[in-house]
């Protein structure tokens, strides 16, 4: 599947959900990554001690 198709269907899967749903999504998996990495860096430091 080349990179157009691949766009055209993630656009069209998320006209399909309800307004919002997909930034909802988008932001979730952002703030999940960073809290992630923030706790990966803290366990780090942690065992650095």
Do not use: C, T
């Not at 959900?17 to 960073?34: D, N, Q, R």
Request: charged share 20%; no cysteine; aromatic share 20%.
């Amino acid at each position: 599947m080349d990179v157009q198709n691949e766009i055209g269907y993630w656009s069209h899967w998320a006209d399909m959900m309800p307004s919002g749903v997909p930034e909802a999504l988008f932001l979730l998996f952002i703030l999940f990554g960073l809290g992630f990495a923030f706790y990966l860096g803290w366990r780090q430091n942690e065992k650095e001690k």
